[in-house]
């Protein structure tokens, strides 16, 4: 089934100011990260969307979702207990539905013609239970993500059966556990940080949640590790890019990927060629 | 198909296993040659790797041991230098085929099949240790490893609760503490990688974690073996070993990988090994900063402290490969690869360490058995081999994978009381000796891959004594222990390496069974061989007074032993419980500090263990054992002058590139190797003159045989190295009991002369003093050494020549590397303590040296002991002079016989050449026979021309000898010491000075050693053929007679060929 809500995370207590930069988007309107990822979720089809916000912060967000204001929900997470709980946080606004679950301080750029919310959903027309978006990493950068020991699909070049998920693995754990046959050497499955993920996940973070000790953190990853032992569970293989906006020169990366993908791509490329011809090591901002 | 192939390919076991001898046995030398062809057609073509090697083994036993005496008497061969080439740099197998094409030309022949022999040899070990490293390297999670090229591809990085500081400004710092591990058996060493990997079925070791302590030192045994790690703010890597005293700041990629610079190696090979800095970014050209900047953050880095608790080297307690274990534990926990950052490791987190262990140890250039991180797991645990199945990198390579599989045993079944009966009846030593179990390894290794039939059924024994031995211990059953273990070192272990044990061990057996009687309940042998770790089992009543008991006997018996025997350090007693947890971590703060002696290394003051400098009192005594020795200073400061200078050296060794070095006609040589014609009046003769009471024999036992303690300083004539005739025989009472029967079959007795030094004369004395000298009945003289030499710090152009222009043997790469490494070091050791400067830096004894053998006569005419044999017996005629390890030489009335015939004043014995007979030979020089030292042949080539090489024994006239000297036997009676002197240094004069690079141990702390190169200079006996006055003669003897014991590594080899034949010369006391 199709899903129609989505769940926005962007509680962090140190970060969640990221989806309220403001950026130029692919048709050069400055716009706030958190507008330009609703754009693209209500343009794929999306009906609502809920963010799972930082205590006080709900004037700040309610004034970038821009026109999109009404059709959010923002669900505010009072203690910070984990990304597992920031999910659960919205198991009201999602009821028995499927939804889709995006990080509020990554941007997604499609390198097809569907954007990747779009890509995402067709694949969730097909196919039942949690899916979640991939892309082949390399080694060094596992220490960053979620990793998925998958299979491929017979037939389907894009699509993976997952057995197990392991958050931030080593590169010997990978090795040992979760080689995808195809990929290159030393690239592993890693989240795109886009998934469609069903009602059951909500029901067993309710149960997760409940077991929680004080001071205890809930992750997402040992609840997706059960859904993968207990039910169907696919990993999809994207056409596009993630950005996380946080990291150094993530906002950078996402801009010029941005502008690049649109109209005035050429302005661009001539200005990073000026900037680089002018530039040399070690120059002074004045 | 043919019969051998059949063995090695048959699924039957009952032919699988055949011993290669048998199967030999009835073949004849045609189809014996026919079955090497076939063979030699499998081991090219065959795919599975473990039958491709049994093959080598096969091919390699049939030329060493089954083909020569089949071959045709007297064919002489030639081995290709182009083949001996291939050898050294390790291309064995084209190698090989140059062996064959010479066998085609000349037919098959003893040198050509000595050579076959090694080149199959070296292939078989060469194969198994390129599958072992492609394992290693295979294992997954040690892949990525290889693949990081570039610090930015960099996938680890350390822990938070590492990093941040604490108030106070300093970091947590990670602790890892290791027990060691005991085997109670080891199945006969299957242990070994090669043999898990073919055999998983019989690999099995019953394996304890210990903590420990020193009895008498320590209040209580703990883990003994430590390893720090914490972020400091410089961004090096900061290694340190306590024990060592050694430590290094590192800045650079290349010192990582720089193994042997300094004594850090097993700390760099943990850092590789452990992903912190990945073997695959070796050589990349990037830097190390960069590299801790990703891992650590910007403007940090890591110390790595590791200590051992004073644990003496060659424990036998696998202290080294837990150690590795452990500093790669905390390395992996510290940078996030293990789930734990503190307590015990999982199940899968042991497996790992002991995988990355392994890695370690290769990258090294060591290799340890797979049992040898058993102190990473807990407690009492059986370990097994795996067969490899489908899915493994194993699976259709080898029968067996690369890591066991580790069973620890629970309460149920070793309830707690059969380990507390254990801990109260063993008493845990260390037996001070140092010992290489390398040989050991490999004599092992290809006796299970020919399945010697003494050999295969002790290995069923062994394998049915470890269940013994688990199911005593399941019934707490110690005593019955006790006697299994006694029986493994009885029956299985020596039946498959009789050097297992030693007189050392034997003795101190004897004695706890003397002292206690039947309260002495066993022995068990730890690790590779006896004399160092090793357990006693008592009655736990008396455990307490047999601690004491066993610090005494062993005390005793080193002192009794330790001239003939290699002791790196005085013998201890430990005292160990069962470690029950494993490899453990904390993080310690505050006022948890490192170990003490971290910090006293620390000080600016403090000196590096090696490299201290010998103390007043050493210098004082070096000095005088000079005084003693009749050092001539003057001498010494012309050959110093003359080597600075290059007079003396490498290069002058050699003879000018324009000799001409032929080989020697068939009259250059009287064939002694068969009674022909003649030879009973040749007989008749030497009998007549040797019960005229003419002869003397002398045996050359002043030097230290450095390849057979690798430099140890110990006196092998007084060596016990083998068991004859019941015994364990010492070199000296092999000859003595050769003199006696001589002696007694021509009712005469017969003067034996022993040369020594100032090495060994007085250890020799006292020795034979204490065995009555072993009760021989004709004159036993000593001859002590008059002529004395200073060693040198090597210059570095005779290093540089001898490491670089010398054909030397390329070792494994890996430990080509490591070896390149430390020459390097030592080169620039030799260049800062001042080349041609006196070597004092170590104990007296090992500072000077012998002067070579060519004085040795002589000695006997400065010393007065040819007076007293002249005037114990005016009719002395003939000496008989020969190495000490020459076990064959003896008074042989025919060759005795032939020598008086010929008239000769000098009669060298020569034996027929084969590829390890190495060093000069005998040859035409410009069209004269003489005798050419290996290091003054004008090129490496021209020694594989020669067909004989020289044994040193020599048949001496002694009055055309003391001609030479210009002496008469007035004279020497008259013993004017001026006269007799100057005579000895005009016939020196006559004679080229060698320069050689010798190497020397130094040991220090607990057991720990260095070798160093040092220079010596000497004249040497077979150069006397040059002088044509000498009146030289030559004579061809069979092998068993001329053949040298000059590495224990030839024990099996020369044990199987010419004890019995030595054994048939020798009359026993």
């Given at each position: 089934?199709?899903?129609?809500?989505?769940?926005?995370?962007?509680?962090s207590p140190t970060d969640?100011?990221l989806?309220?930069?403001?950026?130029?988007?692919?048709?050069?309107?400055?716009?706030?990260?958190?507008?330009?990822?609703?754009?693209?979720?209500?343009?794929?089809?999306?009906?609502?969307?809920?963010?799972?916000?930082?205590?006080?912060?709900?004037?700040?967000?309610?004034?970038?979702?821009?026109?999109?204001?009404?059709?959010?929900?923002?669900?505010?997470?009072?203690?910070?207990?984990?990304?597992?709980?920031?999910?659960?946080?919205?198991?009201?606004?999602?009821?028995?539905?499927?939804?889709?679950?995006?990080?509020?301080d990554?941007?997604?750029?499609?390198?097809?013609?569907?954007?990747?919310?779009?890509?995402?959903?067709?694949?969730?027309?097909?196919?039942?239970?949690?899916?979640?978006?991939?892309?082949?990493t390399h080694e060094s950068e596992l220490r960053y993500y979620g990793t998925?020991?998958?299979?491929?699909?017979?037939?389907?070049?894009?699509?993976?059966?997952?057995?197990?998920?392991v958050e931030k693995p080593t590169p010997t754990q990978a090795e040992q556990?979760l080689?995808?046959?195809?990929?290159r050497a030393g690239n592993y499955?890693c989240?795109?940080?886009?998934?469609?993920?069903?009602?059951?996940?909500?029901?067993?973070?309710?149960?997760?949640?409940?077991?929680?000790?004080?001071?205890?953190?809930?992750?997402?990853?040992?609840?997706?590790?059960?859904?993968?032992?207990?039910?169907?569970?696919?990993?999809?293989?994207?056409?596009?890019?993630?950005f996380n906006v946080g990291e150094r020169y993530g906002l950078l990366r996402a801009?010029l990927?941005?502008?690049?993908?649109?109209?005035?791509?050429?302005?661009?490329?001539?200005?990073?060629?000026?900037i680089t011809?002018?530039s040399r090591p070690g120059c002074q901002s004045s | 198909?043919?019969?051998?192939?059949?063995?090695?390919?048959?699924?039957?076991?009952?032919?699988?296993?055949?011993?290669?001898?048998?199967?030999?046995?009835?073949?004849?030398?045609?189809?014996?040659?026919?079955?090497?062809?076939?063979?030699?057609?499998?081991?090219?073509?065959?795919?599975?790797?473990?039958?491709?090697?049994?093959?080598?083994?096969?091919?390699?036993?049939?030329?060493?041991?089954?083909?020569?005496?089949?071959?045709?008497?007297?064919?002489?061969?030639?081995?290709?230098?182009?083949?001996?080439?291939?050898?050294?740099?390790?291309?064995?197998?084209?190698?090989?085929?140059?062996?064959?094409?010479?066998?085609?030309?000349?037919?098959?022949?003893?040198?050509?099949?000595?050579?076959?022999?090694?080149?199959?040899?070296?292939?078989?070990?060469?194969?198994?240790?390129?599958?072992?490293?492609?394992?290693v390297r295979?294992v997954?999670g040690h892949q990525w490893m290889f693949r990081m090229g570039h610090p930015a591809d960099h996938p680890l990085s350390i822990r938070d609760e590492l990093l941040g500081p604490l108030p106070d400004g300093s970091r947590r710092i990670l602790r890892e503490r290791t027990?060691?591990?005991?085997?109670?058996?080891?199945?006969?060493?299957?242990?070994?990688?090669?043999?898990?990997?073919?055999?998983?079925?019989?690999?099995?070791?019953?394996?304890?974690?210990?903590?420990?302590?020193?009895?008498?030192?320590?209040?209580?045994?703990?883990?003994?073996i430590e390893a720090h790690v914490r972020v400091i703010d410089e961004p090096v890597i900061v290694l340190t070993s306590v024990d060592l005293k050694a430590t290094a700041r590192i800045g650079t990629l290349g010192e990582i990988f720089d193994f042997a610079k300094d004594d850090l190696g097993l700390l760099k090979a943990a850092v590789i090994a452990s992903g912190v800095v990945p073997p695959g970014i070796e050589g990349s050209g990037q830097g190390l900063g960069n590299l801790l900047e990703r891992m650590v953050g910007p403007g940090r880095g890591l110390e790595v402290v590791s200590w051992v608790n004073?644990?003496?080297?060659?424990?036998?307690?696998?202290v080294s490969t837990n150690l590795l274990a452990a500093l790669i534990g905390a390395l992996m926990r510290a940078t996030g690869q293990t789930g734990s950052l503190t307590g015990?490791l999982?199940?899968?987190e042991?497996?790992l360490v002991l995988a990355r262990a392994i890695l370690g140890e290769w990258l090294g250039g060591s290799?340890?058995?797979?049992?040898?991180c058993?102190?990473v797991?807990?407690?009492?645990?059986?370990?097994?081999?795996?067969?490899?199945?489908?899915?493994?990198?194993?699976?259709?390579?080898?029968?067996?994978?690369?890591?066991?599989?580790?069973?620890?045993?629970?309460?149920?079944?070793?309830?707690?009381?059969?380990?507390?009966?254990?801990?109260?009846?063993?008493?845990?030593?260390?037996?001070?000796?140092?010992?290489?179990?390398?040989?050991?390894?490999?004599?092992?290794?290809?006796?299970?891959?020919?399945?010697?039939?003494?050999?295969?059924?002790?290995?069923?024994?062994?394998?049915?004594?470890?269940?013994?031995?688990?199911?005593?211990?399941?019934?707490?059953?110690?005593?019955?222990?006790?006697?299994?273990?006694?029986?493994?070192?009885?029956?299985?272990?020596?039946?498959?390496?009789?050097?297992?044990?030693?007189?050392?061990?034997?003795?101190?057996?004897?004695?706890?069974?003397?002292?206690?009687?039947?309260?002495?309940?066993?022995?068990?042998?730890?690790?590779?061989?006896?004399?160092?770790?090793?357990?006693?089992?008592?009655?736990?009543?008396?455990?307490?007074?047999?601690?004491?008991?066993?610090?005494?006997?062993?005390?005793?018996?080193?002192?009794?032993?330790?001239?003939?025997?290699?002791?790196?350090?005085?013998?201890?007693?430990?005292?160990?419980?069962?470690?029950?947890?494993?490899t453990c971590a904390d993080l310690l703060e505050g006022g948890m500090q490192l170990p003490e002696s971290y910090h006293r290394l620390q000080e600016p003051a403090s000196e590096g263990g090696q490299g201290a400098?010998?103390?007043?009192?050493?210098?004082?005594?070096?000095?005088?054992?000079?005084?003693?020795?009749?050092?001539?200073?003057?001498?010494?400061?012309?050959?110093?002058?003359?080597?600075?200078?290059?007079?003396?050296?490498?290069?002058?060794?050699?003879?000018?590139?324009?000799?001409?070095?032929?080989?020697?006609?068939?009259?250059?040589?009287?064939?002694?190797?068969?009674?022909?014609?003649?030879?009973?009046?040749?007989?008749?003769?030497?009998?007549?003159?040797?019960?005229?009471?003419?002869?003397?024999?002398?045996?050359?036992?002043?030097?230290?045989?450095?390849?057979?303690?690798?430099?140890?300083?110990?006196?092998?004539?007084?060596?016990?190295?083998?068991?004859?005739?019941?015994?364990?025989?010492?070199?000296?009472?092999?000859?003595?009991?050769?003199?006696?029967?001589?002696?007694?079959?021509?009712?005469?007795?017969?003067?034996?002369?022993?040369?020594?030094?100032?090495?060994?004369?007085?250890?020799?004395?006292?020795?034979?003093?204490?065995?009555?000298?072993?009760?021989?009945?004709?004159?036993?003289?000593?001859?002590?050494?008059?002529?004395?030499?200073?060693?040198?710090?090597?210059?570095?152009?005779?290093?540089?020549?001898?490491?670089?222009?010398?054909?030397?043997?390329?070792?494994?790469a890996q430990q080509q590397k490591i070896r390149d490494s430390a020459r390097a070091a030592l080169i620039d050791w030799?260049r800062n303590?001042?080349?041609?400067?006196?070597?004092?830096?170590?104990?007296?004894?090992?500072?000077?040296?012998?002067?070579?053998?060519?004085?040795?006569?002589?000695?006997?005419?400065?010393?007065?002991?040819?007076?007293?044999?002249?005037?114990?017996?005016?009719?002395?005629?003939?000496?008989?002079?020969?190495?000490?390890?020459?076990?064959?030489?003896?008074?042989?009335?025919?060759?005795?016989?032939?020598?008086?015939?010929?008239?000769?004043?000098?009669?060298?014995?020569?034996?027929?050449?084969?590829?390890?007979?190495?060093?000069?030979?005998?040859?035409?020089?410009?069209?004269?026979?003489?005798?050419?030292?290996?290091?003054?042949?004008?090129?490496?080539?021209?020694?594989?021309?020669?067909?004989?090489?020289?044994?040193?024994?020599?048949?001496?006239?002694?009055?055309?000898?003391?001609?030479?000297?210009?002496?008469?036997?007035?004279?020497?009676?008259?013993?004017?010491?001026?006269?007799?002197?100057?005579?000895?240094?005009?016939?020196?004069?006559?004679?080229?000075?060698?320069?050689?690079?010798?190497?020397?141990?130094?040991?220090?702390g607990?057991?720990q050693?260095a070798?160093?190169?040092?220079?010596?200079?000497?004249?040497?006996?077979?150069?006397?053929?040059?002088?044509?006055?000498?009146?030289?003669?030559?004579?061809?003897?069979?092998?068993?007679?001329?053949?040298?014991?000059?590495?224990?590594?030839?024990?099996?080899?020369?044990?199987?060929?010419?004890?019995?034949?030595?054994?048939?010369?020798?009359?026993?006391?």
């Amino acid at each position: 089934m199709i899903p129609t809500k989505a769940v926005i995370t962007a509680a962090s207590p140190t970060d969640h100011h990221l989806p309220l930069q403001t950026l130029v988007d692919s048709e050069g309107v400055p716009k706030t990260a958190l507008a330009i990822i609703l754009d693209d979720l209500f343009a794929s089809g999306i009906g609502s969307a809920a963010v799972i916000i930082h205590p006080g912060t709900r004037e700040a967000y309610l004034q970038a979702a821009g026109e999109h204001a009404d059709r959010l929900t923002l669900i505010e997470q009072s203690d910070p207990r984990g990304y597992g709980h920031a999910v659960w946080s919205a198991h009201k606004f999602t009821g028995d539905d499927s939804f889709v679950l995006l990080l509020g301080d990554h941007l997604y750029l499609s390198s097809g013609e569907s954007s990747c919310v779009r890509q995402m959903l067709e694949v969730t027309a097909t196919h039942d239970g949690c899916i979640s978006a991939v892309n082949p990493t390399h080694e060094s950068e596992l220490r960053y993500y979620g990793t998925v020991a998958a299979t491929r699909v017979p037939a389907s070049p894009s699509l993976f059966v997952v057995h197990d998920v392991v958050e931030k693995p080593t590169p010997t754990q990978a090795e040992q556990e979760l080689i995808v046959p195809g990929l290159r050497a030393g690239n592993y499955l890693c989240f795109f940080g886009m998934h469609s993920l069903t009602a059951g996940v909500m029901e067993r973070l309710e149960e997760e949640v409940s077991l929680l000790g004080r001071g205890e953190k809930l992750g997402l990853t040992p609840t997706l590790a059960f859904m993968a032992r207990s039910e169907k569970y696919l990993a999809a293989e994207l056409a596009g890019e993630r950005f996380n906006v946080g990291e150094r020169y993530g906002l950078l990366r996402a801009q010029l990927s941005l502008a690049l993908a649109g109209p005035h791509r050429d302005e661009v490329l001539t200005d990073i060629i000026e900037i680089t011809a002018h530039s040399r090591p070690g120059c002074q901002s004045s | 198909m043919p019969k051998l192939l059949n063995i090695i390919t048959s699924e039957d076991p009952s032919v699988r296993d055949t011993a290669l001898g048998e199967a030999c046995a009835e073949l004849s030398l045609a189809e014996l040659l026919e079955e090497c062809i076939e063979l030699d057609l499998f081991r090219r073509e065959a795919g599975n790797l473990y039958e491709r090697v049994r093959a080598l083994f096969f091919l390699s036993a049939i030329h060493r041991v089954h083909l020569p005496p089949r071959l045709p008497p007297r064919r002489m061969g030639y081995i290709p230098f182009g083949g001996q080439e291939h050898l050294l740099r390790r291309r064995f197998a084209e190698a090989i085929d140059v062996f064959h094409l010479a066998v085609a030309e000349q037919g098959a022949n003893d040198a050509l099949s000595s050579a076959l022999a090694e080149g199959y040899y070296e292939l078989a070990f060469q194969t198994l240790a390129a599958q072992v490293r492609r394992s290693v390297r295979t294992v997954r999670g040690h892949q990525w490893m290889f693949r990081m090229g570039h610090p930015a591809d960099h996938p680890l990085s350390i822990r938070d609760e590492l990093l941040g500081p604490l108030p106070d400004g300093s970091r947590r710092i990670l602790r890892e503490r290791t027990p060691v591990r005991m085997d109670l058996s080891h199945a006969g060493w299957s242990d070994i990688f090669f043999l898990g990997m073919d055999y998983p079925e019989g690999a099995r070791v019953l394996n304890v974690s210990i903590d420990l302590g020193v009895h008498g030192r320590d209040p209580e045994p703990r883990p003994p073996i430590e390893a720090h790690v914490r972020v400091i703010d410089e961004p090096v890597i900061v290694l340190t070993s306590v024990d060592l005293k050694a430590t290094a700041r590192i800045g650079t990629l290349g010192e990582i990988f720089d193994f042997a610079k300094d004594d850090l190696g097993l700390l760099k090979a943990a850092v590789i090994a452990s992903g912190v800095v990945p073997p695959g970014i070796e050589g990349s050209g990037q830097g190390l900063g960069n590299l801790l900047e990703r891992m650590v953050g910007p403007g940090r880095g890591l110390e790595v402290v590791s200590w051992v608790n004073g644990i003496p080297k060659g424990s036998r307690l696998a202290v080294s490969t837990n150690l590795l274990a452990a500093l790669i534990g905390a390395l992996m926990r510290a940078t996030g690869q293990t789930g734990s950052l503190t307590g015990p490791l999982r199940e899968n987190e042991r497996r790992l360490v002991l995988a990355r262990a392994i890695l370690g140890e290769w990258l090294g250039g060591s290799g340890g058995g797979w049992q040898d991180c058993g102190g990473v797991w807990p407690g009492i645990k059986l370990i097994t081999g795996v067969p490899a199945e489908e899915g493994d990198p194993e699976f259709n390579v080898s029968r067996g994978c690369l890591l066991p599989a580790h069973h620890v045993f629970g309460e149920d079944e070793i309830p707690e009381s059969s380990r507390q009966a254990l801990e109260n009846s063993l008493v845990l030593v260390h037996g001070g000796m140092a010992q290489d179990v390398g040989p050991i390894l490999e004599m092992v290794t290809e006796k299970y891959l020919l399945r010697s039939p003494v050999a295969w059924a002790a290995r069923q024994e062994a394998l049915a004594l470890l269940e013994e031995l688990v199911n005593s211990l399941q019934k707490g059953d110690i005593e019955a222990l006790g006697r299994a273990a006694t029986r493994n070192f009885r029956g299985p272990i020596q039946s498959i390496i009789p050097w297992a044990t030693n007189l050392f061990t034997e003795t101190l057996i004897a004695r706890a069974e003397q002292e206690f009687g039947e309260d002495f309940w066993g022995f068990w042998m730890l690790g590779g061989m006896s004399g160092g770790g090793m357990g006693f089992i008592f009655a736990p009543e008396r455990k307490t007074e047999a601690q004491e008991a066993m610090a005494r006997i062993m005390e005793e018996t080193k002192d009794q032993l330790q001239a003939a025997l290699p002791f790196g350090m005085n013998p201890v007693v430990y005292e160990f419980s069962i470690n029950h947890t494993g490899t453990c971590a904390d993080l310690l703060e505050g006022g948890m500090q490192l170990p003490e002696s971290y910090h006293r290394l620390q000080e600016p003051a403090s000196e590096g263990g090696q490299g201290a400098d010998r103390g007043e009192a050493e210098s004082g005594a070096l000095r005088r054992l000079m005084e003693e020795s009749g050092f001539d200073h003057n001498v010494h400061e012309g050959i110093r002058a003359s080597v600075r200078a290059g007079r003396i050296g490498m290069l002058s060794n050699r003879l000018p590139p324009t000799t001409r070095i032929e080989d020697v006609g068939a009259d250059d040589v009287v064939d002694c190797s068969v009674v022909a014609q003649g030879g009973e009046e040749a007989r008749r003769r030497g009998a007549e003159a040797l019960a005229g009471g003419e002869v003397a024999v002398v045996t050359l036992a002043a030097g230290a045989g450095s390849r057979w303690t690798g430099g140890a300083g110990t006196c092998k004539a007084l060596n016990p190295f083998a068991p004859l005739g019941g015994s364990y025989r010492t070199f000296l009472e092999v000859h003595l009991a050769k003199s006696r029967k001589t002696a007694r079959e021509h009712g005469v007795p017969l003067p034996h002369i022993f040369t020594t030094s100032y090495l060994t004369h007085d250890p020799t004395s006292r020795f034979l003093e204490s065995a009555s000298n072993y009760h021989y009945d004709g004159p036993l003289f000593l001859s002590p050494g008059r002529t004395v030499g200073l060693r040198m710090v090597p210059t570095e152009r005779d290093l540089r020549f001898a490491w670089e222009e010398t054909p030397q043997q390329q070792l494994d790469a890996q430990q080509q590397k490591i070896r390149d490494s430390a020459r390097a070091a030592l080169i620039d050791w030799a260049r800062n303590c001042g080349e041609a400067s006196d070597y004092t830096g170590n104990l007296p004894e090992q500072c000077l040296h012998p002067m070579g053998h060519f004085y040795e006569i002589p000695n006997l005419v400065l010393n007065g002991t040819l007076r007293l044999l002249l005037e114990e017996r005016p009719q002395l005629k003939t000496l008989l002079l020969h190495n000490v390890d020459t076990l064959g030489a003896s008074v042989d009335p025919v060759i005795l016989g032939r020598h008086l015939e010929r008239g000769h004043g000098l009669t060298f014995e020569v034996i027929t050449r084969r590829l390890a007979d190495r060093g000069g030979g005998l040859a035409r020089v410009d069209g004269t026979p003489r005798l050419v030292e290996g290091l003054a042949m004008p090129d490496a080539e021209s020694e594989f021309g020669l067909s004989y090489y020289n044994s040193m024994t020599t048949w001496i006239d002694l009055d055309q000898y003391l001609a030479l000297l210009g002496l008469t036997r007035e004279e020497v009676l008259a013993s004017d010491q001026d006269r007799l002197a100057r005579a000895v240094r005009d016939l020196a004069e006559c004679v080229p000075t060698y320069l050689t690079i010798k190497e020397v141990k130094k040991r220090w702390g607990h057991g720990q050693e260095a070798v160093y190169p040092v220079a010596q200079v000497e004249n040497l006996w077979g150069d006397l053929t040059i002088l044509p006055e000498a009146n030289c003669g030559f004579f061809l003897v069979e092998r068993q007679r001329g053949q040298q014991l000059k590495d224990p590594a030839q024990l099996d080899e020369w044990f199987a060929e010419s004890s019995q034949y030595v054994q048939s010369l020798c009359e026993w006391e």
